[in-house]
């Protein structure tokens, strides 16, 4: 089966100082999507870090532009590639999600994401699949922009790539077998609350 889907987009910050930082999970998860899939090379165009897996003639993406500008890139990405934008699979991190745990969706709300409202802002559209990472809530008091550049700890790491890991399964998953199959499959393992985001 075909899912439609013609690229992969990760969302993240550029650079050393955002690796281990929650707000890199899309970024993490591309890459390990890139390695599952061989992908080799990568050329630097449309403001984006990009990858193509040969098999599967399927473009990966990511966007250098920083994360509050990520729709530039993938705007780029769109057209020179001249995809709609229901063929593409964003994926990013969401704090309305616990820690280890994801969930499809086939459209909606940029949940106060800043990457994700960049790309409906310039792309027109909520009709964007995308893969949502759990990251959980910040402590109380804490500010949720500190948060989520914040390095994790070795412990936070370890739950958050569980979810990474499971979030390359569901992608691999999901090319191979289509968008309802995969939600069907992976948005039953406990994927936590924010539906409606």
């Given at each position: 089966m075909d899912s439609g889907i013609k690229a992969v987009i990760g969302l993240g910050n550029p650079g050393r100082r955002y690796l281990r930082t929650r707000h890199n999970a899309g970024f993490r998860v591309l890459d390990m999507v890139a390695d599952a899939l061989e992908v080799k090379s990568w050329t630097f165009?449309?403001?984006?870090?990009?990858?193509?897996a040969g098999l599967k003639d399927l473009v990966l993406a990511k966007p250098m532009t920083y994360m509050n500008n990520s729709g530039i890139a993938v705007?780029?990405?769109?057209?020179?590639?001249?995809?709609d934008p229901f063929r593409i699979l964003v994926v990013y991190d969401d704090m309305y999600l616990p820690p280890g745990t994801i969930r499809i969706r086939k459209g909606g709300g940029h949940g106060g994401h800043k990457g994700m409202g960049s790309i409906i802002g310039l792309l027109g559209t909520e009709d964007i699949p995308r893969v949502r990472v759990g990251i959980g809530r910040p402590r109380p008091g804490t500010d949720p922009v500190e948060y989520v550049l914040e390095e994790l700890r070795d412990e936070e790491f370890e739950v958050l790539r569980k979810g990474e890991a499971m979030a390359v399964e569901a992608i691999l998953f999901l090319l191979e077998e289509g968008m309802e199959k995969a939600m069907n499959k992976y948005n039953k393992k406990g994927c936590g609350m924010g539906d409606g985001l």
């Open positions: 165009d449309c403001n984006a870090a990009i990858g193509i705007k780029a990405i769109l057209e020179k590639f001249g995809l």
